[in-house]
Nanobody
Framework: VQLVESGGGLVQAGGSLRLSCAAS????????MGWFRQAPGKEREFVAA????????YYADSVRGRFTFSGDNAENTVYLEMNSLKPEDTAVYYC??????????????????WGQGTLVTVSS
């Protein structure tokens, strides 16, 4: 499985960006797809994720109401619409795919495959 993110960039506080993640390869047994982020000097943290069979979406408290996770099963593509961006949202954003429910949706260890990341910089 390969995951390729796009859509990062520089935006002013209060602005919006839309990230995309295209999955290719053996994606038929997807359990969940998610977005994580890692700011300089900090650990990777959960942003949002979706269980593929139920469509249930989970959000981190820090982004709920501002970010929207969406996906297109047919195209194996997921998106992260980010609105009302804050400087503290600055990070490298990673797309991830999990094959089985062996851990919490919020835990990076659940996910088997990761994209290369895309940088989001929010200026104040």
């Amino acid at each position: 499985v390969q995951l390729v993110e796009s859509g990062g960039g520089l935006v002013q506080a209060g602005g919006s960006l839309r990230l995309s993640c295209a999955a290719s390869g053996r994606t038929s047994s997807t359990y969940a797809m998610g977005w994580f982020r890692q700011a300089p000097g900090k650990e990777r943290e959960f942003v949002a994720a979706r269980k593929w069979n139920t469509g249930i979406i989970y959000y981190a408290d820090s982004v709920r109401g501002r970010f929207t996770f969406s996906g297109d099963n047919a195209e194996n593509t997921v998106y992260l619409e980010m609105n009302s961006l804050k400087p503290e949202d600055t990070a490298v954003y990673y797309c991830a795919l999990a094959r089985s429910p062996r851990s919490s949706m919020y835990y990076a260890g659940l996910y088997d495959y990761w994209g290369q990341g895309t940088l989001v910089t929010v200026s104040s």
